[in-house]
């Protein structure tokens, strides 16, 4: 059960200099920013589903579905004694995104991504932050992604809300052509969480068995 929004772009205060527009502020007036929110339903509990979480990557038959996802290294996996929080780094190397044109313009076909993780077990709470560390000078990706367990059945339930932002520097060279890269950015990136998801419901159920001591 899933559910997605998107809002439009917005711009930031034209400055002024005596009442006139500058070169300058033309150039930095419109920040094109695209962003979506979508909200998934896992009718598993939360520990499960945050295992999948743990494993989507792992697992060597789910690459050839998260065929963009080339490479993830863990940097950092640290528990915190006192909150008992877990917190965890972990580098991503991905395609590059957007449509073959931007890959062409930019130069690059790969694009390494940071994502961050903290895990309260306490609360029962899971939050992933992952941004774009290359690239930087012509897009910037923000995706932030929370398991929680669901209000309606919090032992059996588990809700995924999900919000990612995509914004075109505006002295980049893909500029000119923001609203267009951005759309099929976030075009390209909803495929990719459909697919993020089919991986997480089939370990879900993967998970289930072997718990239950039946074999998929």
């Known amino acids: ?9 917005h711009n930031h205060p034209m400055l002024t200099i005596d009442g006139f527009y500058s070169a300058a502020a033309l150039l930095y007036a419109i920040v094109m920013v695209k962003a979506y929110a979508q909200e998934h339903i896992y009718k598993h509990p939360w520990e499960r589903v945050t295992s999948a979480s743990w494993r989507k990557f792992a697992d060597p038959e789910n690459k050839r579905t998260l065929s963009h996802i080339l490479e993830v290294d863990t940097l950092n996996h640290k528990l915190d004694p006192l909150s008992g929080k877990l917190y965890t780094t972990r580098a991503l190397t991905i395609h590059a995104p957007g449509p073959w044109f931007v890959r062409k313009i930019i130069g690059q076909d790969i694009c390494h991504c940071v994502e961050s993780t903290v895990v309260d077990a306490q609360s029962k709470s899971m939050q992933l932050t992952t941004r774009n560390v290359s690239l930087q000078k012509f897009i910037e990706v923000e995706e932030k992604i929370r398991y929680d367990p669901h209000p309606d059945n919090p032992t059996g339930w588990t809700i995924c809300r999900q919000e990612t932002s995509i914004r075109i520097k505006p002295l980049s060279a893909l500029a000119s052509m ?27 159920k993967y998970l289930e068995a072997e718990s239950s001591g039946m074999a998929l």
Request: glycine content about 2%.
């Open 1 to 9: 059960m899933c559910k997605s929004s998107a809002y439009a772009c």
């Open 178 to 204: 923001a609203e267009k890269v951005e759309q099929r950015c976030a075009e390209r990136f909803m495929q990719n969480s459909v697919k993020g998801r089919e991986v997480m419901e089939r370990i879900c």
